[in-house]
């Protein structure tokens, strides 16, 4: 796809097509800081889930 995405917001491009851009490309690493508290909060959370708090955290 050769838009980028302020050409496909300016067109009205369909949900779809926006998605499918911006899962295109490749991967890179991002650090997000949070407090020690909403990390806890958030383990927790996916723990009650079955889930790992990276697993929540990448969905």
């Known amino acids: ?15 779809a097509e926006t ?14 800081n949070i407090s020690s508290n909403l990390q806890d909060v958030a383990a927790e959370h996916a723990a009650m889930s079955g889930m790992s708090f990276s697993a929540l955290f990448r969905n």
Request: no cysteine.
């Open 19 to 32: 998605q499918a851009h911006l899962a295109e490309g490749n991967a890179v690493v991002v650090t997000v």
């Open 1 to 15: 796809m050769s838009d980028n995405y302020k050409s496909m917001a300016t067109r009205d491009a369909s949900r």
